[in-house]
């Protein structure tokens, strides 16, 4: 987070507020003020972060800062929302469109989410650490738009193992390490945008390397007529070998 400090404006009643009503610039100030919740809130805990905290570390006065938010719990249900809105767009996008090979779409899929994981590590910290504060509806919402996308990416990796094209195995297990290596990258990374897209490539790489089965379907669909070609080149050694009076070092017989 760099030190510089959010512009404030006051309205013509003298009450200064975050930035101002346009669309645009409450979109940014919103996005500043969601990164400054989360990193303060992964750092301090949720409840030894205040709203003074975060008004403080934006430069602003509590009152200004009530003109987006009222209390933590807001901010808390705005970042559960968004991953909501997240894994459910990559699901829409990727796991879906069976006319694309399924190892595509995971490459896609991952990329995507580590993606995002990487640009906003702070906010996917928060939202781990506070599942279990999280209550009502919204905890309801969370927890099956969770499993509902787990449960999409085990299809889409069965999928893969079915066309031929990932191995045989345990898809729940892939699945869940596949996600695995997303999820953590929100705490070990740190780098910036650009270092941010390079490591989404390379985590789609290696999750989709790990699955794919290295003799891809077409080979197998033409193992018999492989084996036959095979047979009939060894034969070909074989008569030749006959014929030169030689099989394996020895003179051959001759018939009497």
Same mark, same amino acid.
């Given at each position: 987070?760099?030190?510089?400090?959010?512009?404030?404006?006051?309205?013509?009643?003298?009450?200064?507020?975050? !930035?101002?009503?346009?669309?645009?610039?409450?979109? &940014?100030?919103?996005?500043?003020?969601?990164?400054?919740?989360?990193?303060?809130?992964?750092?301090?805990?949720?409840?030894?972060?205040?709203?003074?905290?975060?008004?403080?570390?934006? !430069?602003?006065?509590?009152?200004?800062?009530?003109?987006?938010?009222?209390?933590?719990?807001?901010?808390?249900?705005?970042?559960?929302?968004?991953?909501?809105?997240?894994?459910?767009?990559?699901?829409?996008?990727?796991?879906?469109?069976s006319s694309v090979?399924?190892?595509?779409? &995971?490459?896609?899929?991952?990329?995507? &989410?580590?993606?995002?994981?990487?640009?906003?590590?702070?906010?996917?910290?928060l939202i781990a650490?506070?599942?279990?504060?999280?209550?009502?509806?919204?905890?309801?919402?969370?927890?099956?738009?969770?499993?509902?996308?787990?449960?999409?990416?085990?299809?889409?990796?069965?999928?893969?193992?079915?066309?031929?094209?990932?191995l045989p195995g345990?898809?729940?297990?892939?699945?869940?390490?596949?996600?695995?290596?997303?999820?953590?990258?929100?705490?070990?990374?740190?780098?910036?945008? !650009?270092?941010?897209?390079? &490591?989404?490539?390379?985590?789609?790489?290696?999750?989709?390397?790990?699955?794919?089965? /290295?003799? /891809?379907?077409?080979?197998?669909?033409?193992? /018999?007529?492989?084996?036959?070609?095979?047979?009939?080149?060894?034969?070909?050694?074989?008569?030749?070998?006959?014929?030169?009076?030689?099989? !394996?070092?020895?003179?051959? /017989?001759?018939?009497?």
């Open positions: 987070m760099s030190g510089s400090k959010t512009p404030v404006r006051q309205d013509g009643g003298g009450e200064t507020r975050v !930035g101002d009503r346009s669309g645009v610039r409450r979109e &940014l100030v919103e996005n500043e003020l969601y990164e400054v919740a989360a990193r303060l809130f992964a750092e301090k805990g949720f409840a030894g972060t205040s709203i003074q905290d975060i008004a403080s570390a934006m !430069g602003v006065s509590r009152q200004a800062l009530y003109y987006y938010v009222k209390t933590k719990d807001d901010l808390i249900e705005k970042l559960v929302r968004e991953m909501i809105d997240i894994t459910r767009s990559l699901s829409e996008l990727f796991t879906r469109d090979a399924a190892d595509r779409r &995971l490459h896609s899929l991952v990329r995507g &989410l580590a993606l995002q994981v990487a640009e906003r590590p702070f906010r996917h910290r650490q506070s599942e279990s504060v999280l209550t009502g509806d919204l905890a309801a919402e969370h927890l099956a738009q969770r499993r509902r996308f787990n449960h999409e990416v085990i299809e889409l990796i069965e999928d893969g193992q079915r066309s031929g094209v990932f345990d898809a729940r297990a892939a699945a869940m390490a596949v996600l695995g290596m997303c999820s953590w990258i929100a705490w070990w990374f740190h780098g910036d945008s !650009g270092s941010a897209y390079q &490591l989404a490539d390379q985590v789609a790489d290696m999750a989709v390397r790990g699955l794919l089965n /290295p003799r /891809p379907p077409q080979e197998e669909a033409g193992e /018999p007529a492989i084996a036959i070609t095979m047979i009939r080149d060894g034969l070909s050694r074989l008569e030749r070998a006959l014929g030169n009076g030689q099989v !394996g070092g020895t003179a051959a /017989p001759t018939a009497e």
